[in-house]
C-alpha cells in the first residue's frame, strides 16, 4: 500500500465496487469511493457534515501551520474570502509570471543544449519560481526560492509516510525523524517571514502577499505576520505541484501523440502569433483546453481527496457513522470504464463543449468539487497555458527511448523516474492556404536570411491572417 496505493485501491474497486471499506496502514478504517452520487453528497451537497481530516488538518497543519488547506468551518469561510480577491486578480500576475518564466526558460534552454533533461524536475523549478515569485514579487532570490522549494518536497514526502504508516509515527519522533524535518521548516519560515516583515515597511506591491497584507476582517484587523506566513507557505505547496506535474504528464502524451500536437502548436500560433500569453487569451484555447483536460483526467494531480464525517450520515442505502473517514478517489473516478468510454485511452474530444454537458457531474475532479473547490485552479491553468504557450512554439520533443513512464502516487500523483526528453528547436511553421500549392519553406531553407528570418515570417503571416481563425470558420491554417 506505501510503495503504490493508487495500484492498490483501483485493484480493490475491481474485487469490491465502487464504495468499500479498508483499514490504512492496518490502523484507521476508511470508506473508499468513486461512486458520483457519494462523491457530490460529500465534497458539496452536504459538505457541512464532512471536515478535512487528519492527513491535512494534524500533519499538514504540523509543518505548514492553521491556513487555507488546514482549518474547516467559519475560520476556513473567512480566510477564503479574503485570499480568493487575489485570484481575481489575474491580469495583474501576468507580467510577474511571463518575467519569471522567461528567467526560467534561459536556464532551460541552457540545459537542453547539454543533453537530455527530465521535465518533471524542471517544470517542478519553474512553477515553483512563478509561484513564489507571484506570491513574493520579482525581488525573491533564486537561492531563497530553492531552500523553501527543497523544504516542502521533502516535508510532504514525510508527511505520507506518517499517513501510511501511522505505526512508524512513534520511531520518527524517538529517532529525530521528525525533528530533522520540523527544524527545516523553521529554516524556511524565517526566510518567508523576513519578507513578509520587510513588505510591512516598503510601498505596495503587485502581488499576492500584497492581497494577504491588505486584507481586513470584519472589525478591521489585519492577518498577523504568522498567519500570512501560513497562508503563503500554502498557497506555495498546492500552487505549483498541480500545474508542474500536469504539464509533465502533457509533455509525455503531446510526444507520443504527434497529431494532437501539431494542433495545440497550431492553436497557439493562430491566436498568439510570436506574442506572449496573457490571461485575456486563456479563453481562446479551445482544443488546447481539451488536451490539458484529458491528461488531468488521465494523471490527476490531487489523486485522491479525504474528508472526515463529523455525524452520523446516509447516502443513499450506505450508512457513514460519525468519525469516518472517506476518501474520495479521484483517479479511480477518472479511469471507471462505466463512466469513460476505453478510459485508459487518450482523447481529448471527450471534453468538447458538447460532451462535457452530457458528463456526469463528479466524474471530472481535477480542482476537486464544491464550496472547497481549488481556490488557484484559475491560476493553474493560466500557468499551465502560459508554460506550454512558449515551449510548444520554442522546441519539438521527443522522449528518450528505454525509459519507464511510471506514476507514484504521494501527495501528488508525480512520474516516479521523472520524465526524460530531448529537445531542438522548432522548425518554423508552414503557411499555407488551401487553394494554393503547399508552401515548402522554412528559415534554414533559405540562407540570404539571417537570425530574424524566422520571427519576420511568422509575423506577416500573422498579420496577413493567414493562420486559421476558427471563430470566424475561416479554412486557412498553420503546418509544422
Known amino acids: 500500500m506505501a510503495s503504490n496505493p493508487a495500484a492498490v485501491l483501483s485493484k480493490y474497486h475491481e474485487t469490491f465496487g465502487d464504495t468499500f471499506r479498508l483499514y490504512l496502514g492496518g490502523l484507521k478504517e476508511a470508506i473508499v469511493t468513486i461512486d458520483p452520487a457519494v462523491i457530490q453528497h460529500v465534497l458539496k451537497t452536504n459538505a457541512e457534515n464532512y471536515q478535512k481530516?487528519?492527513?491535512?488538518?494534524?500533519?499538514?497543519?504540523?509543518?505548514?501551520?492553521?491556513?487555507?488547506?488546514?482549518?474547516?468551518?467559519?475560520?476556513?469561510?473567512?480566510?477564503?474570502?479574503?485570499i480568493q480577491t487575489g485570484f481575481k486578480e489575474l491580469g495583474m500576475l501576468s507580467k510577474i509570471m511571463q518575467d519569471s518564466l522567461a528567467e526560467s526558460l534561459r536556464?532551460?534552454?541552457?540545459?537542453?543544449?547539454?543533453?537530455?533533461?527530465?521535465?518533471?524536475?524542471?517544470?517542478?523549478?519553474?512553477?515553483?519560481?512563478?509561484?513564489?515569485?507571484?506570491?513574493?514579487?520579482?525581488?525573491?532570490?533564486?537561492?531563497?526560492?530553492?531552500?523553501?522549494?527543497?523544504?516542502?518536497?521533502?516535508?510532504?514526502?514525510f508527511i505520507v509516510r506518517q499517513t501510511l504508516q501511522p505505526y512508524l509515527n512513534p520511531w520518527f519522533a524517538a529517532s529525530g525523524e521528525l525533528r530533522k524535518h520540523e527544524d527545516r521548516r523553521t529554516r524556511a519560515d524565517a526566510v518567508l517571514l523576513e519578507y513578509i516583515r520587510k513588505r510591512r515597511?516598503?510601498?505596495?506591491?503587485?502581488?499576492?502577499?500584497?492581497?494577504?497584507?491588505?486584507?481586513?476582517?470584519?472589525?478591521?484587523e489585519g492577518m498577523s505576520d504568522e498567519l500570512v506566513l501560513s497562508e503563503s507557505m500554502q498557497l506555495l505547496v498546492a500552487g505549483h505541484e498541480t500545474s508542474s506535474n500536469a504539464l509533465s504528464w502533457l509533455l509525455y502524451l503531446l510526444s507520443t501523440h504527434p497529431d494532437c500536437l501539431d494542433r495545440v502548436r497550431q492553436e497557439f500560433y493562430s491566436v498568439l502569433g510570436e506574442a506572449p500569453l496573457s490571461y485575456a487569451d486563456v479563453l481562446k484555447f479551445e482544443f488546447t483546453t481539451q488536451v490539458i483536460y484529458e491528461g488531468l483526467r488521465l494523471y490527476p494531480p490531487f489523486w485522491m481527496i479525504d474528508r472526515m464525517a463529523v455525524a452520523d450520515d446516509r447516502v443513499g442505502d450506505g450508512v457513514i457513522p460519525r468519525g469516518s473517514m472517506i476518501i474520495v478517489y479521484v483517479y479511480g473516478a477518472h479511469h471507471a470504464p462505466r463512466y469513460w468510454q476505453n478510459p485508459e485511452n487518450f482523447d481529448p474530444e471527450r471534453f468538447t463543449k458538447e460532451e462535457m454537458k452530457l458528463r456526469t457531474p463528479f466524474t471530472f475532479l481535477p480542482f476537486g468539487g464544491g464550496p472547497r473547490v481549488c481556490i488557484g485552479q484559475h491560476y493553474a491553468m493560466l500557468q499551465i497555458l502560459m508554460i506550454l504557450s512558449d515551449l510548444i512554439r520554442r522546441y519539438d520533443f521527443e522522449l528518450v527511448p528505454g525509459q519507464t513512464i511510471e506514476a507514484?502516487?504521494?501527495?501528488?500523483?508525480?512520474?516516479?523516474?521523472?520524465?526524460?526528453?530531448?529537445?531542438?528547436?522548432?522548425?518554423?511553421?508552414?503557411?499555407?492556404?488551401?487553394?494554393?500549392?503547399?508552401?515548402?519553406?522554412?528559415?534554414?531553407?533559405?540562407?540570404?536570411?539571417?537570425?530574424?528570418?524566422?520571427?519576420?515570417?511568422?509575423?506577416?503571416?500573422?498579420r496577413a491572417g493567414l493562420f486559421e481563425n476558427r471563430a470566424e470558420g475561416s479554412t486557412n491554417r498553420v503546418e509544422t
Not at 492527513?55 to 474570502?81: D, N, P, S, Y
Not at 515597511?201 to 481586513?216: C, F, K, S, W
Request: charged share 25%; glycine share 8%; proline share 5%.
Open 201 to 220: 515597511h516598503e510601498p505596495p506591491g503587485h502581488d499576492l502577499l500584497q492581497t494577504l497584507i491588505d486584507a481586513r476582517y470584519s472589525d478591521g
Open 107 to 157: 536556464d532551460f534552454d541552457r540545459q537542453i543544449r547539454v543533453g537530455p533533461v527530465d521535465v518533471y524536475s524542471h517544470f517542478m523549478k519553474m512553477t515553483f519560481a512563478m509561484v513564489a515569485r507571484s506570491l513574493f514579487g520579482a525581488r525573491l532570490k533564486d537561492e531563497d526560492i530553492d531552500l523553501v522549494s527543497q523544504t516542502i518536497c521533502t516535508v510532504q514526502e
Open 53 to 82: 481530516s487528519e492527513i491535512q488538518v494534524k500533519r499538514m497543519g504540523h509543518f505548514l501551520g492553521k491556513g487555507l488547506l488546514t482549518t474547516h468551518g467559519e475560520a476556513w469561510r473567512t480566510q477564503r474570502r479574503l
Open 408 to 462: 507514484r502516487p504521494m501527495v501528488i500523483l508525480r512520474p516516479k523516474h521523472g520524465i526524460r526528453m530531448t529537445f531542438t528547436n522548432t522548425t518554423v511553421p508552414v503557411v499555407r492556404q488551401n487553394l494554393k500549392p503547399r508552401a515548402s519553406l522554412t528559415a534554414r531553407d533559405d540562407p540570404r536570411h539571417g537570425k530574424g528570418f524566422a520571427q519576420q515570417l511568422l509575423i506577416a503571416a500573422h
